[in-house]
T-cell receptor
């Protein structure tokens, strides 16, 4: 089974802090994704990566950056956290081979105070 | 970014009833996926559909890939309380999409015992 592990289930940070969310997958997947999920807005793509050191903006990249130094790890960075970044953050990964579905982690519920 | 039109937005049903939900798009997809998200968890893949007209079952769940490639539906038969959650459809295009998915906004299912 595919395992996507997010480092924290719950996180509380203060406005202005730099926040790191980590995601690790164990299936040697090329593609990795970061989403945020808010009530009524569904899943919105922040950034994705299709290879080590490669990154592409999703639909809502403002206020975020990412890092992919190793194939199995994809980090989401909030450069200067703001209260409107309080949300559920989901990481996912998928294989580049064929039309493969994404597999999700359990999510990190982030609160910015 | 684009979203799929998923309906209904929410459903309140009695245990034992059947459930039907669907997704439509203005674009063609070559893969349709259905996910379920339990409260506080990440989405889990239920069914993947790869061919127009394909009908696939997974226990009490049945999903179909529309002939036009622009729609899909999910049926749940004889619902039980643990079916509670949010159900998402997702479409995957071919080509150089790097495995990016387009999601519906989700159907919130509540099952009364």
């Amino acid at each position: 089974d595919v395992k996507v592990t997010q480092s924290s289930r719950y996180l509380v940070k203060r406005t202005g802090e730099k926040v790191f969310l980590e995601c690790v997958q164990d299936m040697d997947h090329e593609n990795m994704f970061w989403y945020r999920q808010d009530p009524g807005l569904g899943l919105r793509l922040i950034y994705f990566s299709y290879d080590v050191k490669m990154k592409e903006k999703g639909d809502i990249p403002e206020g975020y950056s990412v890092s992919r130094e190793k194939k199995e790890r994809f980090s989401l960075i909030l450069e200067s956290a703001s209260t409107n970044q309080t949300s559920m953050y989901l990481c996912a990964s998928s294989s580049r081979r064929g039309r493969q579905p994404q597999h999700f982690g359990d999510g990190t519920r982030l609160s910015i105070l | 970014g684009q979203q799929l039109n998923q309906s209904p937005q929410s459903m309140f049903i009695q245990e034992g009833e059947d459930v039907s939900m669907n997704c439509t798009s203005s674009s063609i997809f070559n893969t349709w996926l259905w996910y379920k998200q339990d409260p506080g968890e990440g989405p889990v893949l239920l069914i993947a559909l790869y061919k127009a007209g394909e009908l696939t079952s997974n226990g009490r769940l049945t999903a179909q890939f529309g002939i036009t490639r622009k729609d899909s539906f999910l049926n749940i038969s004889a619902s039980i309380p643990s079916d509670v959650g949010i159900y998402f459809c997702a479409g995957l295009s071919g080509g150089t999409s790097y495995g990016k998915l387009t999601f519906g906004q989700g159907t919130i299912l509540t099952v009364h015992p």
